[in-house]
Nanobody, 121 residues
Framework: QVRLVESGGGLVQAGGSLRLSCAASGSIFRLDPAGWYRQAPGKQRELVASIFSGDITNYADSVKGRFTISRNNAKNTVYLQMNSLKPEDTAVYYC???????????????WGQGTQVTVSS
């Protein structure tokens, strides 16, 4: 069973940038659709950004203009470029995707283990 592995989290000052990556652990066809979620302490998990076939993207209002979701199908990796980070962006960020093993064979709602992003003021 393929896992999703996130990386790129860390501690950054307000106004800084981080780039998160979400890679499939094994051989797959593609991650489609895929999204990034986050969960801050004491809060519900929320959708931050998502990417669909044709590279159609969608963002939460709170991150529009600052975050960019993208993917590299050759590497089966989804990215989240986060710029102009704010303390309120502090959370554990999770990758979620439909893992497509082959046309017509897929596994829905696969989650990564999460990566911590901390933004200091």
């Amino acid at each position: 069973q393929v896992r999703l592995v996130e990386s790129g989290g860390g501690l950054v000052q307000a106004g800084g940038s981080l780039r998160l990556s979400c890679a499939a652990s094994g051989s797959i066809f593609r991650l489609d659709p895929a999204g990034w979620y986050r969960q801050a302490p004491g809060k519900q998990r929320e959708l931050v950004a998502s990417i669909f076939s044709g590279d159609i993207t969608n963002y939460a209002d709170s991150v529009k203009g600052r975050f960019t979701i993208s993917r590299n199908n050759a590497k089966n990796t989804v990215y989240l470029q986060m710029n102009s980070l704010k303390p309120e962006d502090t959370a554990v960020y999770y990758c979620n995707a439909r893992v497509v093993y082959a046309p017509g064979r897929y596994e829905n709602d696969v989650w990564g283990q999460g990566t911590q992003v901390t933004v200091s003021s």
